[in-house]
């Protein structure tokens, strides 16, 4: 795979903010947070992360590859599971260090290494509830993640 | 303001995953990202970062509040431009390193210090039309960003 997507060099607020040329910020680590909604709900799927080689190969192919975190690998999301997420629309933030894919997902079009369709599954009660425990916003699980994923290592870090 | 809200130790993957007790995860930096979405047109407005304490005041006061990386402070969004975000509703995901709340905003309902409804407001082509400029999604300012913060520092780092 051709990686030859360019970057321009970061050389003033206003072209950052304001032009048209893609200058994109990786963090100390390397990584740039990437928000991946579904494109038809609207919700968001996940927050996952990406390397530059990630960035350019989601830009270029149309689909979804992050860099994991807990692997410290390139990932392809969907290669194992074939939850394959589809760019509908990708879109960068004002200073150009977070994206935002609009996606659409094969198969079941979860997202979730749980097993749920977004990995924010849970809503934190607020305000006069605060404190309460956490509450289930989806009420099953769209697949088996022992069926799917088998013995690979669960990426959850404590 | 009481920061009275109580994290869990984070003792295993079950727990984190699958259980409703709040054990969020913060990063060396001892921030976490925030997806800020509009409750009503599901429209990503903003990543941004919280620190323990811009957590517990965000689910305790039912307004965002952030931290800014930039000026190295607690931010309550829309102290300075009135462009309050109120709480609809707040989720974790399933490692409990990530947050997406779902906000309604005061005023013209932007988000973006640019002037900008939402800070993603340039889109990246893909695919066959990868290399291509950036375009604008959306087509004018809600407000003026000069008369709003006048000589406050802009955020944006090179």
Redesign the interface.
């Known amino acids: 795979m051709s990686t030859?997507?360019?970057f321009q060099a970061?050389?003033?607020?206003e072209q950052?903010?304001?032009?048209?040329?893609?200058a994109p910020?990786f963090g100390p680590d390397g990584l740039m947070?990437c928000?991946t909604?579904d494109a038809e709900?609207?919700?968001?799927l996940?927050?996952g992360w990406m390397n530059a080689e990630a960035f350019r190969l989601?830009?270029?192919?149309?689909e979804a590859h992050y860099f994991s975190r807990a692997r410290q690998v390139l990932w392809h999301k969907g290669a194992t599971s074939g939850l394959v997420q589809k760019?509908v629309?990708?879109?960068?933030?004002?200073?150009q260090d977070?994206l935002?894919l609009r996606v659409a997902v094969d198969g079941s079009g979860a997202s979730?290494?749980?097993g749920?369709r977004s990995?924010?599954?849970?809503?934190?009660?607020?305000?006069p509830q605060?404190?309460q425990?956490?509450?289930?916003?989806e009420d099953h699980k769209t697949f088996d993640p022992v069926a799917m994923y088998g013995d690979a290592p669960?990426?959850?870090?404590?």
Chains 1, 2 share one sequence.
């Open positions: 030859d997507l360019q970061r050389e003033s607020i950052v903010e304001e032009c048209t040329g893609l910020k947070p928000i909604t709900s609207g919700e968001v996940m927050l989601t830009i270029e192919t149309g760019l629309e990708a879109r960068i933030d004002d200073d977070a935002w979730c290494h749980v749920y990995c924010f599954y849970r809503a934190i009660p607020h305000g605060a404190g425990a956490l509450s289930f916003v669960n990426p959850t870090q404590l």
